[in-house]
C-alpha cells in the first residue's frame, strides 16, 4: 500500500483534497470509513488531544489499522492539534501517521522554535511520521457558536515561509479566512465561510507544502474547490460530523422510544454522519 506521503503527493498532482474527519466514538469511524471505501478514496481520521483522551490513544490507533489491515484500505490516523512534546510522543510512540503540532497561539520566534523540537522529536520515534505546522490563527473550538472567537489572523506568506524552512514541516496549515466551529447562523441558516483564494495561492507559492485547510464546516461549497485548485491538499471536517451525530443519535432515539440497545439506536448516527462524508469527499475529489 501507497504511504500517506505519496498520498499527499498525488493529490497535490491531481490537485484533489484527502479528506480528514475528527471522530471521538466509533460510530462516525464507521460512517467514515465506510463513505471513503464506497468511493475508493484514501482519508484521514483525525482525533484532537481531547478526543484522544476519550477513546485512548492505543485504542484508536488499534482501530484504525485493524481496518487497514483487514481490509488492505489506505485509511491513516492523525493526531489533531497537538500541544506539547509530551502529547507529539505519545502519538509518534503509538504509531500516528501524521502530528498536528498547534503552537499557534504563540509569538512566530516561539512558534518556529517549538515545532522545530517537536518535529525533532516526532522523527527521532518515527522517520516516516509526517508533521504539520500551523501560522495565524483561527480559533481552537469545533463547537457551534454564537459569534466567531476573538483574535482571528491570516497567516503572512512570508512568515509561512520562514516557518517551513526553519522547522522542516512536511504539511502547513494556515488561516485563509479558514475557522474552527460553526456559528449558530450556518446551522440553522445558510450563513456559509468564505476563504480567501488568492492568499492560498500565494502561501504555496512561497512554501510550495502540502497544505492544509483546517476548519471546513460550513464553507461554501466553490471556495473548496478553488481552495483546492489554489494548493489545499487535505481538508478537515469536524464540526458537520459533530451536528450530524446529534441529529442521528436523536432521530435514533425518537425512532425507537423503548429500545435501550446502542447498536440499533446509533445506526442513524452512523447514516448521517455517513452522508456528510460523503458528499465533502466528492466535493473534495470533484466526484
Ligand atoms: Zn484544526
Known amino acids: 500500500m501507497k504511504s ?5 503527493k498525488e493529490a497535490d498532482q491531481k490537485k484533489v483534497a484527502i479528506g480528514h474527519f475528527n471522530i471521538s466514538e466509533i460510530a462516525a469511524l464507521k460512517a467514515v470509513f465506510e463513505s471513503a471505501r464506497k468511493l475508493e478514496l484514501p482519508v484521514l481520521i483525525g482525533v484532537s488531544e481531547g478526543e484522544r483522551e476519550f477513546i485512548g490513544v492505543a485504542q484508536v490507533a488499534a482501530w484504525v489499522s485493524s481496518l487497514r489491515n483487514e481490509y488492505n484500505y489506505p485509511i491513516f490516523l492523525n493526531a489533531d492539534h497537538t500541544h506539547s512534546l509530551e502529547k507529539v510522543k505519545e502519538a509518534a510512540e503509538a504509531g500516528f501517521d501524521e502530528i498536528i503540532f498547534d503552537n499557534s497561539n504563540l509569538t512566530l520566534d516561539e512558534n518556529i522554535k517549538n515545532t522545530k523540537e517537536a518535529v525533532r522529536l516526532a522523527k527521532s520515534i518515527n522517520p516516516n511520521v509526517i508533521m504539520e505546522g500551523e501560522t495565524g490563527f483561527i480559533g481552537t473550538s469545533s463547537e457551534v457558536m454564537e459569534k466567531a472567537p476573538e483574535g482571528l489572523q ?9 516557518f517551513v524552512q526553519e522547522t522542516g514541516v512536511e504539511v502547513l496549515a494556515p488561516a485563509v479566512g479558514n475557522m474552527h466551529g460553526l456559528l449558530k447562523s450556518m446551522v440553522t441558516g445558510d450563513a456559509k465561510k ?4 488568492d492568499l492560498i ?3 504555496k507559492e512561497e512554501t510550495g507544502r502540502y497544505m492544509t485547510l483546517h476548519g471546513g464546516s460550513g464553507t461554501a461549497d466553490e471556495d473548496f474547490v478553488a481552495a483546492i485548485q489554489a494548493g489545499m491538499t487535505i481538508v478537515h471536517v469536524s464540526t458537520e460530523l459533530r451536528v450530524a451525530w446529534r441529529k442521528g443519535l436523536e432521530k435514533g432515539l425518537q425512532e425507537h422510544p423503548d429500545e435501550v440497545a446502542p447498536y440499533k439506536i446509533l445506526p442513524s448516527a452512523v447514516s448521517m454522519i455517513g452522508t456528510v462524508v460523503e ?3 466528492k466535493l473534495f475529489n470533484s466526484i
Not at 491570516?154 to 520562514?162: F, I, N, Q, S, V
Open 4 to 8: 500517506l506521503l505519496e498520498y499527499l
Open 154 to 162: 491570516l497567516t503572512d506568506p512570508e512568515d509561512a515561509k520562514r
Open 194 to 197: 468564505h476563504l480567501q483564494i
Open 201 to 203: 495561492r500565494r502561501i
Open 279 to 281: 458528499n465533502r469527499l
